[in-house]
């Protein structure tokens, strides 16, 4: 058995048994109290999910693993003369709970070269598709073409223990992950060069031969992608990305399945696709400013314009967070490293000087700091990545890392079918009539 699998069935096994006691004698304690607001609001803060791999925290943003990004980027290992973290340790981290070795880390990035490989028809499947198809239409569909793969539905279709479902789970996440970055780079190749694809370079780490086979040949774009897959890995479990591939992943639908009903969530407009939005915005600023370089008066004035006309400005506001992302401030922190004197970078700045007190001032917002989309469109424009369509699929390769290495624990623990149960408007009145019956005879 692998050194990483052994690992986490040593620590899956242990938590199996660890639950299973809890419950025995908690199952019935009341952990949070559902209110009619929650159940027409989409279960906003209902605490109904286990997710092993990372919490987020409203002021403190996002732990892996209890550990916050500034130490993830102190702690992980790196590629030799780099100093942006290397997304196969974080992947190592999420799936045990412990931090690796570079030599365990090295381990993962040469299981993830061995996996790589992608089946021709994969390819064909996306050679079939209009060179225009959106390209997260071609991701999600690369991703459910690729489940003829799944060692999961074989061994299933064969006969296998419920307590080993874990195992085949674990094999199809590292098979897929290690085949994304191809996936996804032939993508962007064939909508956006013409088909004119770049052969993977076997000696580089999993970003780096993602940023190489992209075609962006600044060795700084390798370090970019090191530290953008690993901060866009997991986000814990309610985000819709993550929540959709755990619900699939609950009816025993394989890998591919379920990342691809997660690949499905994180297109949308209010999820993964607010990346796309935050630079389209930021273009139609400048271009209607007619300069590069607005000044934060400037900015000040189209801010209101935009939010006059009762749009939203975006990339600003989180869910959860009431403080400026984490994520963002990690960017912020690679850009004044490298790219600090890049036009688009200081246009990201000034409006983060801007947008908050503006926002704070309407008496409305709750949050009004900016999230990981204020700032990502910005830097892969600098690099040259300028087709923001293509951007949410960056998103997605990076957060398959957390959503499947949660699938392998949600196996490993035996997480059952997941089943809320939905009622109708008119049972909603009924039970208030009762309610208010009940308190005048009272």
């Known amino acids: 058995m692998d050194p990483l699998k052994k690992q986490f069935q040593e620590k899956a096994t242990a938590l199996r048994d660890e639950v299973k006691a809890l419950l025995k004698v908690h199952r019935e304690k009341k952990v949070g109290e559902v209110q009619l607001g929650n159940v027409f609001g989409g279960m906003r803060g209902v605490k109904s999910m286990i997710w092993e791999t990372s919490n987020l925290d409203p002021i403190e943003g996002i732990r892996f693993r209890g550990y916050s990004i500034p130490e993830l980027r102190e702690k992980l290992p790196t590629a ?71 060692v999961f539905a074989k061994r299933y279709s064969e006969g296998i223990s419920k307590y080993d479902y874990w195992d085949p789970t674990y094999e199809d996440a590292m098979n897929l992950i290690a085949r994304l970055p191809k996936v996804a780079a032939y993508i962007y190749r064939r909508t956006f060069h013409g088909g004119d694809h770049i052969a993977a370079d076997p000696t580089l780490d999993w970003a780096a031969n993602f940023a190489h086979m992209l075609g962006v040949k600044d060795k700084d774009f390798k370090s970019l992608m090191r530290l953008y897959l690993t901060i866009h890995a997991d986000h814990e479990g309610g985000n819709a990305s993550a929540h959709a591939t755990h619900l699939v992943g609950s009816t025993l639908s394989d890998c591919y399945f379920s990342l691809a009903g997660g690949m499905n969530a994180l297109a949308g407009p209010l999820h993964g696709l607010a990346n796309q939005e935050v630079i389209k915005w930021i273009f139609e600023m400048i271009e209607s400013l007619g300069t590069r370089q607005p000044s934060k008066e400037q900015i000040k004035e189209y801010v209101n314009k935009t939010l006059s006309e009762g749009k939203v400005i975006p990339g600003y506001g989180h869910a959860v967070l009431r403080e400026p992302d984490p994520r963002f401030t990690a960017q912020r922190k690679f850009a004044e490293d490298y790219i600090k004197n890049s036009d688009i970078v200081n246009v990201v700045w000034n409006c983060f ?17 900016p999230n990981v989309d204020a700032h990502s469109g910005a830097i892969l424009v600098h690099y040259g990545i300028k087709e923001y369509s293509y951007y949410t699929v960056l998103f997605g ?30 049972w909603v009145k009924e039970f208030l009539k009762k309610e208010e019956e009940e308190i005048t005879i009272n």
Request: net charge negative; proline share 8%.
């Open 353 to 369: 000087d801007v947008i908050p007190d503006i926002l704070k001032g309407l008496g409305k917002v709750k949050n009004p700091w």
């Open 80 to 150: 030799e003369g780099d100093k942006e973290p290397l997304p196969e340790a974080l992947f190592w981290l999420m799936l045990t709970g412990d931090l690796p070795t570079k030599e365990q880390t090295d381990w993962v990035s040469q299981q993830w070269r061995e996996r790589a490989e992608v089946p021709a028809h994969t390819f064909a499947v996306l050679d079939a598709l209009p060179e225009d198809t959106h390209p997260m239409t071609q991701f999600s569909i690369a991703i459910v073409s690729l489940q003829s793969e799944s």
């Open 397 to 426: 390769v990076s957060r398959a890392l957390g959503v499947l290495s949660a699938l392998c624990w949600s196996r490993a623990l035996g997480f059952p079918l997941e089943r809320p149960k939905s009622v109708t408007t008119e």
